[in-house]
């Protein structure tokens, strides 16, 4: 009797662990109801489809983003183009998809969706399901740039709600890219427009310079072409928006090198450099700009000595710069008139330059800190992230 006890008593503490086992796994599994289930999805699918169209819109974004938009929308097949030419097509019936840049006509010229019936959509082959076309334009700003259009056996009054806002979110997608593109292509200038500022007068100086030890001194002038040589070759370069600051300030170091010929030892040069700090990625050209305008407009116009003085600090997630120089200094009210935008053009254009370049990468707070005043030198301040999205040396 006592071993049949037993024994029920550990039947039943194992069945008790078997259902608690089986409620914790499938607890651990639960998503939620099919309403939460489906929430899920479309995020997801809305997600993947937004990273294949921030490239914009061609052929090859279309095509990865084509299956998602199908699986957004519900339908039998899906056609994007651009207006002229098919993009992409996916799902079935791929017979019509010769007609799907015959079929957005309407929607470019007008910028307004429209509905196909069957007379405008149906081919030879009678078991195709496809039968009605809902086509709206995808747009970028006020310009219509494509067209969406979700094929079915019916045009549901829910299929054409649904292409509808469909197409407006691929447009905001379309005008987020052309957003990245404009903010590539304004940086690019940006640093084409600091080459330009730096080219004219230190090319000249340097070429200068190097002529004047030409005779008197020609180991000396060949060894000044080299690293001219190799500053205007880092400055010119075509190879990314960022670079190491080891690589700038090895650019910085060519170029005090150059001054130093010319300036003798009216020039005097300090670093205190962070080694751990020398791998952070940083805007390329950001630094160098700030030494010039140090011995450009500081010392330049100084009687004596000129001291410059470079630092670059580990901060834990930040890397602190400082450019300081003993010269002739800089009117407070000008600097801050030309930071503001107040006062285009002359002689802080390099650090309205680098200033606007770090605020787009690194956000509003990350701006030069300038301390100047006239006769008291100026000291230049920037603060770097050590890691931000999107920052890398390519």
């Known amino acids: 009797m006592q071993t049949t006890l037993a024994t029920l008593a550990i039947t039943g503490v194992i069945l008790a662990i078997g259902v608690l086992l089986r409620v914790m796994t499938r607890s651990r599994r639960y998503l939620g109801g099919p309403a939460e289930q489906a929430t899920y999805q479309t995020l997801h699918t809305v997600s993947v489809a937004a990273r294949t169209l921030r490239g914009g819109l061609d052929a090859q974004g279309a095509g990865r983003a084509a299956r998602h938009l199908r699986a957004l929308l519900g339908c039998q097949a899906v056609a994007v183009t651009d207006g002229r030419a098919l993009l992409a097509w996916d799902g079935t019936g791929e017979a019509h998809a010769g007609d799907a840049v015959r079929h957005a006509r309407h929607p470019v010229g007008t910028g307004r969706s429209v509905v196909l019936k069957a007379d405008q959509v149906a081919c030879e082959d009678p078991d195709c399901p496809l039968v009605h076309a809902v086509i709206a334009p995808l747009t970028a700003g006020d310009h219509v740039v494509g067209t969406l259009a979700a094929y079915d056996s019916a045009a549901t009054a829910g299929l054409v709600r649904a292409v509808g806002e469909t197409a407006r979110w691929v447009s905001t997608q379309l005008e987020l890219a052309e957003l990245d ?24 100086n340097s070429l200068t310079t190097i002529a004047a030890f030409v ?82 407009h500081g010392l330049e116009r100084k009687t004596g000595v000129g001291h410059v003085t470079i630092v670059a600090e580990d901060a834990g997630q930040e890397c602190l710069l ?73």
């Open 181 to 204: 593109r404009s903010r590539t292509r304004l940086a690019e200038m940006e640093v084409r427009a600091l080459r330009a500022q730096i080219s004219p007068h230190f090319i000249y």
């Open 215 to 296: 005779r008197t001194q020609p180991d000396r002038a060949r060894e000044l072409l080299l690293e001219f040589a190799h500053f205007t070759r880092y400055s010119f370069r075509n190879h990314g928006e960022f670079t190491t600051l080891a690589e700038e300030l090895r650019s910085i170091d060519r170029y005090l090198l150059l001054e130093h010929a010319r300036f003798g030892d009216r020039l005097r040069v300090s670093l205190r450099i962070a080694p751990e700090v020398l791998p952070v990625a940083v805007p390329f050209l950001c630094v160098q700009p700030l030494v010039e305008n140090a011995v450009r």
């Open 322 to 394: 400082s450019v300081e120089d003993d010269g002739v200094g800089m009117d407070p009210e000008h600097v801050r008139r030309a930071l503001d935008g107040e006062q285009p053009g002359g002689d802080s254009v390099g650090l309205v330059n680098v200033d606007e370049r770090l605020r787009q990468v690194y956000g509003t707070a990350f701006g030069l800190v300038i301390e100047t005043g006239p006769g008291a030198g100026t000291k230049v301040s920037l603060r770097i992230p050590k890691y931000k999205a999107g920052v890398s040396v390519s």
